[in-house]
């Protein structure tokens, strides 16, 4: 392992690489971070039954792809949300004789909103699957596998195929200064 001001590198075989993601990862886990953005890690890093071009490119992707909205976060389908948002318009207009014009306007807002969110919803699913079949088939081909949350950035490539295995390169950098020297 080299140590950069960038953070810290191994190049070798994937049993060196695995062996790497597992020594920064246990460090982290010693050291006060947040559980969640360690568990992302976790979760992403080399595993010896991966494979680089298999796993550690699907979950490069998933990582990458943009997140859900409101709609998607409640699990709520575009579809539902449409529906919602007409209903609510079509029961503002029969009840608007007796509303005051601030009960309308409540009512036209909460249509909206899950119009919005309907929009939204149908919106990220189109731009995740695009994501998907660019990073699979393009991103993945020409730059290094890679994951970054506030915790750590990483990246990972394949440098020469040898008779024996793959020659990578696997770069890992902490993002606060003080925790990399904890790490280190």
Known sequence: MEERVSGFRVRGSWDDVVAHGERIARALRESDVDEDALAEWDNWR???????????SEKT???ARIEDGAGGQAEQAAKEDLERASEQALESIEKA?????????EKWEDALEHGFRAVDTTTRKAIRTIETAVYEQVMT??????FDNELVSANIRETTRLENGTECVFEVNVNDDQLKQEVS
């Open 141 to 146: 081909r020409f730059i290094p596998y890679y």
């Open 97 to 105: 004789r007796g509303d005051r014009p601030e009960d309308i306007l």
């Open 46 to 56: 080399p595993k010896a039954h991966e494979e680089l071009g298999e796993e550690v």
């Open 61 to 63: 992707v998933e990582q």
